[in-house]
Structure formats: structure tokens, C-alpha cells
């Protein structure tokens, strides 16, 4: 062996020493990376994982979902409230009756069939709502009409609590540019309902006796209310249920007869029009504040207006 | 443009009949439940707990009315 291949072979060793180096760092940065990715994604929670993934998952799905499934459920539910509203506002001992009725056929549907059991337990809210104005009469209108309110608002967080924590709900929150450019066009949406509000019910304004700025606080809760309810639970657990479509009209409907009255026919029109905004945008963005912005916003211009026509 | 109970007076009537058949309705309601419950294991009735708050407050205006027929008979 010369002294040349020698040398050149020596070469090649320290080549391939070099190589293996490389290779050995390479590997390490390599792992490293690998490792630092695995923290990152045992970081995110599983169910978070999950929860990204369900979500694409599930928003094919419901816009997949058949028109008529479970049209059933959709009419029982809507034939006892309306039931229970019209005979109410017809007679009252007879609504007592029908009101009961509606409760045990709710609690019925909701022991019976599992899949319809978040909405129909949602729907009960109503005529539980009923029952406890009806035992705690108030001596104003006003006042009947808070503890109405209170009771709905009290029962529907408590259901969004309870179901948010057996299924979270979509993610529904908008950037800071969506909230920037939706939340004042929500609010013009509002002032002009506020003013067909006032053009169709000015002379059926309800809360004579109380002070106005107690009236206006008190609507933004009310508004509270009507959305965690109709849109946050009717609505919500609606879509998860049958057809999107299906649980707007559901929503729109209970709405629309739980605002029936003994006055007159237009506040049933006025909660169709106010209703149909409503239940379209959280159709469209999925989103209470801005369905909440619309509400509050809607019954403040009213109040405003009912302030100025009072004390002309 | 404002939910309404679309009743125009409460008056004794009515606010008897309502407690009467908060009564029936809540006995019902506990006899349905614990019949299609009788025989499930105690993890399949999880869900019981959404029946609570209406349950709760069914209760409540029970106690509220025995409360007012004491004060009224006394």
C-alpha cells in the first residue's frame, strides 16, 4: 500500500467523520425541532384538538342536513307554546291549564328522546316563565313584565352554563375589524327598527307609570334576555338538531307569539319584522352580541321616542 | 316589541289555580321521571340534573305559596 492511498483514505475517514458530524447535528436540531412541536401541540388541549376539527366536521354537516328531519319535534314544540300564548291571551284559566299542559309534554319529549332533549328542556323556560308571573302578581305592568323577564334570563344562563359544559359551543367570536364594522352597522339596524317601533306602537306604550331611566336600564336587560334565550338556546340548540333554517322559523316563532297580546294585532307584526333581523343575522354570523346590539338598541330608540311623544 | 304574560288582572282565581296545578304537574313530573328511571344505572341518569332547575323552581313557588296561606291564616 503506498503512501498516497494511505493518505487519501486517511481522507476519507476524516470525510466521513465530518459527514457523521453532520449527520449527528442534523439529527439533534432535528429532534429538537420534533420535540419542541410535540410541546406545542400537547400544549393545545385535546380538546381543543378536537374541538377545531369537530367544528369543520360540523359545519358541513348542518348544511347538509335535510330540510324536513325531525319536523316533528320542530311542530310539537312550536304547537305548544303558540297553543299556550293564544289560549292564555284568550282566557286566562284555560291558559293556566294548557300552560301545565305544555310544561309535562316538553319534560315529556325531553325524557322520551335524547336527541331532542337540550331543546325541548330550552323550550320548557316558557311556560315555567308563565307560571311564575302568574303566582307572583305584580301591581304594575312594568313590574309583571320584569319578573317575566328575570325568570327567563335567570333560567336560560343557567341552561347555557349546564350545556356549554356537556358540548362548547361553535366558535362564533369575531375579530377586532368585524366587531369594528358590524357593531355600528348593527346599531343603525336598531335605530331604524326603533323608529318602525314607534311609528306602529306608540299609542300601545305599556310602562306609563315608571320612570323612564328605570325603563331604559331595565330594556337592556330584557334585550339580555330575549337573545340568551331565543338565539342563544332556541336557535343554537335548534341547528344542532335539524336543519338551521328550521330553528330560525322555531325561534322566530316563539318570539313572535310569546310578544302576543291583549291590545292589539301590531305588536305581533312588529315582533315578526324585529324577530326576522334577529334570527337572519345570528343565522348569518352566529353571534349574540350582535343580535343583543340590535335588541337593546332597537328598544332604546323606542323608549327615546315614547320619551319625547309622552312629554310632548 | 316586549314579551308579555297576555294576562290583563291576576286575580285570586287565578293565582289558586296556578299553585293547585303546580302541585299536580310537579307530583306528575316526579312519577314520569322516576318511572322511566327506575331501572337505568345511576351513570345513564347524568343528564337528570337539566330537570333540576325547573324542578327547583316549582318547589320555590310551592314553599312561596304554603307561605302566603299561613300568613293569610293566621
Known sequence: MSITTITQSIKELSWIETVKAKYLKAKKQLSKKYRKSLAKVKKTSALKVSFNLTKSIRKSAVSLKPYFKDFWIFAVIAAVIVATQVTLAVTTIGGIYVNAAAFLILVGLALWKERARTLAISATILPVANMISLALPQTTEFAQTVVFYDSILVLALIYRFMFVLDQPLQETRLGKLGYLTLLPLMAIIGQVLGVIGYLMLRHHYAFDHASLPLVAACVVVFALAEEIFFRGLIQQRGSTLFNPVLAAILSLILFVFSTIGHVSILSLIFALILGLVLVTTYFKKQNLILTFTINAVTKLAYIGLMAGFIFR | ?74
Open chain 2, 1 to 74: 316589541m316586549f314579551l308579555k304574560l297576555p294576562v290583563q288582572h291576576i286575580t285570586t282565581n287565578i293565582h289558586n289555580t296556578v299553585f293547585i296545578l303546580n302541585t299536580v304537574i310537579l307530583i306528575i313530573a316526579l312519577i314520569v321521571v322516576e318511572l322511566v328511571y327506575a331501572e337505568t344505572p345511576k351513570k345513564d341518569r347524568e343528564h337528570l340534573k337539566y330537570f333540576a332547575p325547573l324542578f327547583l323552581v316549582i318547589i320555590g313557588l310551592l314553599i312561596y305559596a304554603a307561605y302566603k296561606q299561613a300568613g293569610v291564616a293566621s
